[in-house]
């Protein structure tokens, strides 16, 4: 007989998310598969209780308690299908370690994955934001996911198309609360030439030639150079990258240029992507601190929590720097971690 998921009261949610903000959830569960979610959201209804879906929680402000339920997707699960030649499917469930999927991967000798070792979270939240490092994105192996469509009660199957991915965008992240992504797919090969167009990649390896390099060099390269700019949220509490890479039109980007001789761009399909650390760096927040919340000292994108600060402590500092960038640039920063508020926060 299954057992369905235990329904607890007054969760603190501080240890479940990177930032380490207090915040408490009224009712909170884990589930393990994708019948323990849908019994999960029906008990809520029932209620009628608001829901959060949480991964790693390295990807939110709690800006309050939340005075629903929260779901833990703690869906795991590993394996291959389709193996033919040098290619297969890494079929991943929700809950799983987004880095220990990318090691395993490298390990077992595919390749697509490596330059996205080291970003935190859950297989099942990286589709949300089409997660990308190093000149790759999650959208260019990720084959299908399968979610429960809450509008239909259904498990359906996505393929890539269907996923809608952008720039640190997807289907997921414009229609918030509909699907709740229980499993993905990824379309790796042992022979896909290596990502390594990245300065710092370029710098960190040196000579080596490529066909001298295997997946698992690319993933320690990256775990390297990310160690090296990034603080680690378990020793300094952060939210990875805040704020989006802003793309503006070449017009923009050339007036800008004349100003600002030294700013960095990058050529795209649709503009000229901007470094928002560099824009952050250059209004003056590069390691600034006030007495609870601060920017990281290496990475201007980066805020951190060093002393306890709340959830509105982050989107107030967030938001004088939002300010500061568009009144010196002209260009609007986009945060790229959703923000809890949740029902009735405090």
């Keep these: 007989m299954r057992r369905n998921p235990e329904i ?8 479940l998310n990177t930032l380490h903000v207090p915040a408490r959830a009224r009712f909170y569960v884990e589930v393990e598969s994708a019948a323990g979610l849908t019994w999960s959201l029906e008990w809520a209804a029932k209620g009628q209780y608001e829901t959060l879906i949480l991964g790693g929680g390295s990807n939110l402000v709690f800006a309050g308690d939340f005075r629903g339920l929260v779901v833990r997707m703690a869906i795991r699960g590993r394996s291959w299908e389709r193996v033919v030649d040098h290619r297969a499917t890494l079929v991943l469930g929700a809950g799983e370690n987004w ?3 990318v090691l395993y991967a490298a390990r077992a000798g595919y390749r697509g994955l490596e330059n996205l070792a080291l970003i935190p979270g859950t297989a099942g939240a990286a589709p949300v934001q089409n997660i990308g490092a190093y000149g790759v994105e999650l959208c260019d192996c990720l084959e299908s996911v399968t979610a429960l469509d809450r509008t239909t009660g259904e498990l359906v199957a996505l393929n890539n198309a269907e996923c809608r991915f952008g720039y640190r965008d997807s289907l997921f992240r414009h229609t918030p609360g509909r699907f709740v992504i229980t499993e993905i797919r990824l379309g790796l090969s042992r022979n896909k030439p290596l990502a390594l167009g990245y300065r710092d990649l370029q710098e960190y390896l040196g000579d080596t030639p490529d066909s001298a390099l295997n997946a698992l060099d690319v993933a320690e390269a990256v775990m390297a150079i990310r160690r090296r700019k990034l603080p680690d949220p378990a020793i300094i509490p952060n939210a ?9 039109d070449v017009a923009q980007f050339d007036s800008l240029r004349t100003q600002h001789p030294d700013i960095v761009g990058y050529p795209q399909e649709h503009g000229i992507k901007l470094a928002a650390a560099w824009l952050i760096d250059q209004s003056g927040w590069k390691g600034f601190r006030n007495a609870r919340v601060g920017v990281h000292n290496r990475q201007a994108l980066v805020l951190i929590n060093h002393s306890g600060g709340s959830g509105r402590d982050i989107l107030a500092l967030a938001e004088e720097i939002r300010k500061s960038v568009e009144k010196r640039f002209g260009v609007c920063l986009e945060m790229e971690p959703g923000i809890v508020a949740g029902a009735g926060s405090l």
């Design 99 to 101: 880095h220990e999927a």
């Design 8 to 15: 607890r009261e007054d969760v603190e949610l501080e240890a």
């Design 240 to 248: 990875g990258s805040f704020f989006k890479n802003p793309v503006v």
